[in-house]
């Protein structure tokens, strides 16, 4: 009797100490969970603030891409017009007159992958796909450009500062001429994707780095002024 008592008596306390384990261990899994929990959302939170400034900066810069589009819009019949002037020879030969303007690049830099997944689920595929693809409309402005600007070079050729120009310089020039005019198409189409595109997600057109430059209101001021984007007092 006295073995079964004390049997009894282990027993209760085997199993006081398996609930004991048991209630102990939920509470450290509960507490586990919950840091977890906490932790989890607080990287959340963390990188939704990371999204929201990321997009804040893009747009940002963007709006600066905007207006460099519209600059290039307005510049691009004044530059493809003083082309057809040098192929058919009916436009000024003097040096000032083949001076190149200033041309103005795009500069951008897209949301990181982790700002775009949350941008994408956030505000949407037109959103997200806009400032992605703007990373490659502005390298294309800049490719234009420099392609412009190379082949505006040749008209060193018919400068008559430095010389009468002969048959093969004027035939040089021209192609280089017919080559600009190649690129100015492309211009167009680039800058027009990038107004409607920009256009269609709210982004307007503005540039606090240069607030005093902005679209010519005439060929003359792009002349004038040596820039396709003239000072707002001589445009």
């Not at 199993?15 to 004991?20: E, I, K, M, Q, S």
């Not at 307005?74 to 030969?93: K, W």
């Not at 490659?136 to 402005?141: F, K, M, R």
Request: proline share 5%.
């Amino acid at each position: 009797m006295f073995r079964a008592v004390r049997g009894w008596f282990g027993g209760r306390r085997r199993g006081h100490t398996v609930r004991l384990f048991i209630f102990e261990l939920t509470v450290v899994t509960l507490g586990v969970l919950i840091a977890q929990w906490v932790q989890g959302l607080a990287q959340q939170r963390a990188a939704i603030a990371h999204m929201e400034d990321e997009r804040d900066r893009a747009r940002h810069q963007l709006l600066r891409v905007h207006l460099i589009a519209k600059d290039w819009l307005v510049a691009i019949p004044c530059l493809d017009q003083r082309m057809t002037e040098i192929m058919t020879g009916t436009g000024p030969r003097d040096h000032a007159s083949l001076v190149r303007p200033s041309l103005i690049n795009p500069a951008y830099t897209q949301p990181d992958d982790d700002a775009m997944v949350l941008i994408d689920r956030k505000y949407g595929h037109r959103e997200a796909g806009v400032l992605q693809g703007m990373t490659i409309n502005a390298n294309n402005v800049r490719n234009v450009s420099t392609k412009i600007v190379e082949s505006w070079g040749k008209f060193a050729l018919i400068d008559p500062t430095n010389g009468l120009p002969g048959p093969g310089d004027v035939t040089a020039a021209r192609g280089a001429a017919a080559d600009i005019k190649a690129q100015l198409h492309s211009g167009t189409i680039i800058a027009t994707d990038i107004d409607r595109r920009l256009s269609s997600i709210g982004v307007g057109a503005s540039d606090d780095e240069s607030p005093e430059r902005g679209p010519a209101h005439s060929c003359a001021a792009i002349w004038r002024s040596g820039r396709m984007d003239p000072p707002l007092t001589e445009r």
